[in-house]
């Protein structure tokens, strides 16, 4: 009985010892499995709040160029839209104008 129970409690601490012993010789691996882990959820997240912020914009830019009532607010949004695509450097422009308008 006494035999058994030493060999029970020598058994469990080899099982303590070799998990033990698994985790530490396996912590770079495990810590960079964590480390990767880590950096695609942040993407995830990040690419799904622009795909939000995206779907958000598409909407709003759909509902205005429907809106027909206003014929001559259409054509001057259609003509920003032109303006923006032929000319790179509309943000800075817009940006600098911000500024000096204060």
């Known amino acids: 009985m006494i035999k058994e129970k030493l060999y029970c409690l020598a058994q469990e601490s080899k099982s303590n010892y070799l998990v033990t012993a698994l985790l530490l010789a396996n912590r770079w691996k495990l ?3 964590f480390l990767i882990l880590c950096l695609i959820c942040t993407g995830w997240y990040n690419t799904a ?3 939000d912020n995206y779907i958000a914009n598409d909407t709003k830019w759909r509902y205005l160029k429907l809106d027909t009532v206003r014929k001559s607010f259409l054509i001057y ?13 509309l943000r800075k422009t817009v940006l600098a104008q911000e500024e000096q308008n204060g």
């Open 31 to 33: 810590g960079g499995f």
């Open 49 to 51: 709040d622009k795909l």
């Open 77 to 89: 949004l259609l003509s920003i839209d032109s303006f923006y695509n032929s000319n790179a450097d």
